[in-house]
């Protein structure tokens, strides 16, 4: 067995592990390429970090894929993006099937090319049943446009007198969010080096443990997400709380 995977507490890993999977460009011009090679490149990764996941028993795992900010590169890498995506998974739904992998979705997928959400839908669909991870890809997502979006339906309701506006709590806000179906995020990792959220799951993220890795996105493999896991592992969760409260302090 994996080393690394055996130093792993299987009695508190993440429940919810969210990835900004950056770093792509970079990996390509590296190794003298053009940007949409190493988005290319970027399958594998995802295979692993599934696969990892899947193996210590977490049950949510959310890839951020693309962003609302993304539409403004240039016309050509978002084509090879739109067209990668659905290759990508028409290639895995065998694979999704195998392994009990349910697909879903959060961010404006109505904004995607016609056959992306045709492909998107699909796999949704074909994998609904399944049931040991379910794997969400953030795509056209922006966390201050699904927030923008909850208010306005949050607001209609309120217009047509099925919402109080003071029963309005944390709740109401959760079940209008693209996440609705989500648990809260535990364990962020951004691969590349870079050390912020660009506009991901920020009020999912609220008490989320942060870990940023220098590897790549094309580069991550199972180790990577392990490594993570453990540095989870070594810290401690307070959420306000006093070291004494919850125990630790010893
Ligand atoms: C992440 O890699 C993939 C997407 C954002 C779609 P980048 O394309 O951002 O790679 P870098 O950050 O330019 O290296
Ligand atoms: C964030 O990566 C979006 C995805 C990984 C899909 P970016 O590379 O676009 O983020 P910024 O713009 O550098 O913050
Ligand atoms: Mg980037």
Redesign the pocket.
């Known amino acids: 067995m994996n080393e690394k995977l055996q130093s792993i507490n299987l009695n508190n890993v993440p429940r919810h592990i969210a990835i900004?999977?950056?770093?792509n460009?970079r990996w390509a011009k590296g190794k003298g390429m053009q940007r949409v090679f190493g988005h290319k490149n970027a399958l594998t990764a995802v295979r692993e970090a599934v696969d990892a996941s899947k193996q210590i028993g977490t049950k949510f795992v959310t890839l951020?894929?693309?962003?609302t900010?993304?539409w403004n590169?240039p016309k050509l890498e978002v084509d090879a993006l739109m067209s990668l995506l659905v290759s990508a998974l028409k290639k895995e739904l065998p694979e999704f099937h195998k392994k009990g992998i349910k697909v879903n979705s959060i961010g404006a997928v109505d904004q995607l090319p016609k056959t992306a959400q045709k492909t998107l839908q699909k796999v949704i669909e074909e994998t609904q049943n399944n049931n040991v991870i379910t794997l969400t890809f953030?795509l056209s997502?922006g966390s201050r446009e699904e927030i923008v979006n909850a208010i306005k339906n949050i607001s209609k309701k309120v217009v047509n007198n099925e919402i109080d506006v003071k029963k309005i709590d944390e709740k109401i806000i959760n079940n209008h969010l693209y996440t609705f179906n989500l648990p809260d995020v535990d364990l962020m990792i951004r691969t590349?080096g870079?050390q912020?959220i660009?506009?991901?799951l920020l009020w999912q993220m609220a008490y989320a443990e942060l870990y940023f890795t220098d590897v790549l996105?094309p580069d991550f493999r199972q180790e990577d997400l392990f490594d993570a896991v453990i540095n989870y592992q070594n810290r401690e969760r307070r959420f306000g709380k006093t070291s004494e409260q919850i125990g630790t302090d010893v």
Do not use: P, Q, T, V
């Open positions: 900004i999977m950056d770093g460009g951020y894929a693309f962003s900010e993304n590169r953030a997502y590349s870079e912020r660009s506009n991901f996105w």
